[in-house]
């Protein structure tokens, strides 16, 4: 598609951006505020603020004439993108696109063949760009550049392409669309540039130049100074390189003559070494046939270790599956014994519980007959009750006696039978031991 009737189109434009302008100005006039207010009597003058006014308008212009070219190298790649045409544009712009662009991919039904050659070349299969031009074009630039949406989708499709024509090196010039949007930018940054320039700036940069021009004709003589001097040295190299011309064929012969006699040397050299290498070369047949003999019964050797190695290993992991096997089984065996122990002593230590339990009420029945039979009992002689106090003193020692005599009976049983358990316990961890200390010392055999 052509760029240059596409930015002549004149359509109303959302894309105009200032910041671009803002950067390129701050970067020229370094102390001045980004957002200075022109309208205020005290921050400009009236032909200072229509500048500004006009800067603005040229930068508003070149901004969309840039985005309308976007648009336009973006054309291709937005046709194929429908899902994101359909979710920003209306229903009704999106008909008239669809329109558009099946009378671009027709061009026999385009309103642009209003001549018979045309027509002609189309039906001789001439299927160039001149016969696809259609004034509906406009239109379908007109409806993309007034959807604010598609800026972000042309942005990121033009910097993939600017990535891609950096990638292309010495190829550039094979995509001239991208050369035009790239000097129409930077057109736009001198324009930036020139519109911040100030006259007083314009004219110290024209009293540089003529300094420098002054300086320059000053050089341009002292050029021709020494560029008669150089001729003179010039003339003199020659001269001399003449004469080291001369020395040097003369040279040449000599070489020539030393070349002879050294090729000849070199090639008694070359037989002597060819010699030495048949020899050095038999000499090796000899040690590599020796080297096969040791190599084969060195693996021999290997073979008859290894199989040695593989049933003494075979050997030991029996010994330490019994071994473990018969761990288990001991372990198997105390935890048997220890559960049948835990569930005497549970029944010892509930029987225990009810006698204490039993002497306890007994002793809550005597109180209870103590406090009724009292008062009745008042009357009988003290000796009597003495006596049967007595009585009763000592079948309460006796029966705690008994009580005692049977729980320490019980821990002492309990006690001996922890050392016997912990014996055992020794004696498997000896016998594991030992186990270890065997299969470590076949390991090492």
């Not at 002054?214 to 020494?226: D, F, T, V």
């Not at 021999?300 to 330490?320: F, S, V």
């Not at 002492?412 to 498997?428: P, T």
Request: proline share 2%; net charge negative; glycine share 2%.
């Amino acid at each position: 598609m052509d760029a240059q009737s596409v930015g002549t189109l004149q359509s109303p434009s959302t894309f105009s951006e200032s910041s671009k302008t803002g950067s390129s100005r701050s970067a020229t006039e370094g102390d001045k505020e980004r957002d200075e207010d022109l309208t205020k009597d005290n921050a400009a003058s009236p032909i200072d603020l229509e500048c500004h006014i006009q800067a603005e308008r040229i930068t508003k212009i070149l901004d969309e004439a840039i985005y309308k070219t976007k648009l336009a190298l973006c054309l291709p790649n937005l046709v194929q993108e429908y899902r994101t045409l359909s979710s920003i544009l209306s229903g009704q712009h999106m008909e008239d696109l669809i329109f558009i662009f099946e009378q671009y991919d027709n061009p026999l039904f385009s309103t642009s063949l209003l001549n018979m050659a045309a027509m002609e070349d189309i039906k001789a299969g001439d299927m160039s760009l001149k016969n696809r031009l259609n004034p509906e074009l406009g239109h379908l630039m007109y409806i993309m550049n007034s959807y604010p949406g598609l800026k972000p989708v042309v942005e990121d499709m033009v910097q993939e392409m600017k990535l891609e024509y950096h990638q292309l090196g010495d190829k550039k010039h094979a995509n001239p669309s991208l050369n035009y949007l790239l000097t129409f930018e930077h057109f736009r940054e001198l324009m930036v540039k020139q519109m911040a320039t100030t006259a007083a700036e314009e004219l110290a940069a024209k009293i540089n130049t003529r300094k420098l021009q002054a300086s320059n004709e000053k050089l341009i003589s002292k050029i021709k100074e020494y560029t008669d001097t150089l001729k003179d040295e010039n003339e003199k190299f020659e001269d001399t390189m003449k004469k080291k011309a001369d020395t040097i064929a003369s040279l040449e012969k000599e070489l020539e003559l030393l070349n002879h006699e050294a090729s000849v040397k070199l090639q008694k050299k070359i037989l002597d070494s060819d010699r030495q290498m048949v020899l050095a070369t038999r000499t090796h047949l000899v040690k590599n046939e020796m080297l096969k003999e040791e190599e084969v019964e060195s693996r021999e050797g290997y073979e008859n270790i290894l199989r040695l190695h593989l049933i003494d290993e075979k050997n030991q992991r029996a010994r330490r599956f019994k071994v473990e096997t018969q761990l288990l089984s001991w372990l198997q065996k105390y935890d048997a014994e220890m559960g049948d122990k835990q569930l005497e002593l549970d029944d010892f230590t509930e029987k225990y519980e009810d006698e204490l339990k039993k002497c306890e009420d007994l002793e809550e029945k005597l109180a209870e007959q103590d406090k009724e039979y009292i008062p009745l009992m008042a009357e009988r002689e003290e000796e009597y009750h003495q006596e049967m106090t007595e009585k009763m003193n000592k079948f309460l020692l006796e029966h705690a006696a008994r009580v005692i005599q049977n729980a320490w009976r019980e821990v002492l049983a309990n006690r001996a039978e922890k050392k016997r358990l912990k014996k055992l316990q020794k004696k498997m961890q000896a016998a594991a031991a030992a186990a270890a200390a065997a299969e470590k010392k076949g390991g090492k055999k």
